[in-house]
């Protein structure tokens, strides 16, 4: 039997290769849903003509777009310091392009998603002093 013993900076270096890439495609899919949810909300206002309170899926959804692009940057920096702190070398080929490339799109993430959040905050203000009255004229 031979096992295979992989150095701790491979490890990681898959680990940042792989983990920046899945957390900033899971902001941008809550980022996404957060806008289908809040279109939906807006549609159900105005079907039912009256201020209805936006669902606790606006801020899970809002939130957890934040809060993965946040920890693809803080995967890649913990992870690229600890390589640089053992004196190894830059990773190189995909594990080096694919993660930078995520971790930039999830730093354009982070304004993009806190505005939403804030949005969804303001949305949800709005309609509960409104709740309940009428939404259409007439």
């Given amino acids: 039997m031979t096992e295979t013993v992989t ?3 491979a490890r990681r ?3 940042r290769a792989l983990a920046v890439p899945l957390l900033a495609l899971a902001a941008i899919g809550c980022l996404i849903t957060t806008f289908a949810l809040s279109t939906a909300h807006v549609h159900h206002q105005s079907a039912a003509c009256r201020y209805m309170a936006v669902p606790w899926t606006h801020f899970a959804f809002a939130y957890g777009a934040l809060l993965a692009a946040l920890a693809a940057l803080l995967v ?3 992870l690229s310091r600890a390589a640089r702190r053992d004196g190894l070398p830059p990773a190189s080929g995909w594990q080096s392009w694919l993660p930078t490339l995520f971790v930039v799109i999830a730093g354009l993430m982070i304004p993009l998603t806190a505005l939403v959040v804030t ?3 303001k ?3 709005e309609t509960a002093t409104h ?3 009428p939404l259409c004229e007439g």
């Fill in 76 to 78: 890649y920096l913990t």
């Fill in 131 to 133: 709740l309940g009255q």
């Fill in 119 to 121: 949005l969804t905050h």
């Fill in 123 to 125: 949305d949800a203000a």
């Fill in 13 to 15: 270096s898959r680990i």
């Fill in 7 to 9: 150095h701790p900076a």
